[in-house]
């Protein structure tokens, strides 16, 4: 795993600063835009909410983006997060490489059943 070593720029941040200032919209007028409560656009451009599929989906439509790109920078934050807070998966042991993508594997032999 690559290691990133800044913490990635959280999607609230990017519809604050590359959206909502330009714009000179307000967060209540962006939600009814986006048909959301303030509240929950609010909570994502300050950083405590997350970028759902739905909202992506309402946001690439809002935004002309995709929503691959606001489920990725999501993804890439909450990796970071997930990375850096909590040393517990570290713990895990890696299963042997030689039993890892067997084509008699159990996985292998539910999928060709």
């Known amino acids: 795993m690559k290691k990133m070593t800044r913490r990635p720029t959280h999607p609230g941040n990017i519809i604050k600063e590359d959206y909502l200032l330009p714009l000179s919209a307000t967060i209540k007028d962006m939600a009814a835009t986006l048909g959301v409560s303030r509240k929950t656009l609010s909570k994502i451009i300050n950083e405590r909410g997350t970028i759902t599929?739905?909202?992506?989906?309402?946001?690439?439509?809002?935004?002309?983006?995709?929503?691959?790109?606001?489920?990725?920078?999501?993804?890439?934050?909450?990796?970071?997060?997930?990375?850096?807070e909590s040393q517990e998966w570290k713990?895990?042991?890696?299963?042997p490489k030689n039993m890892l993508h067997h084509h008699n594997s159990p996985l292998n032999s539910e999928q060709n059943a």
């Open 53 to 84: 599929p739905d909202m992506a989906l309402r946001l690439s439509r809002a935004f002309d983006t995709t929503p691959d790109f606001w489920l990725n920078l999501q993804k890439n934050y909450d990796l970071w997060q997930a990375e850096t």
């Open 91 to 95: 713990k895990v042991k890696p299963f």
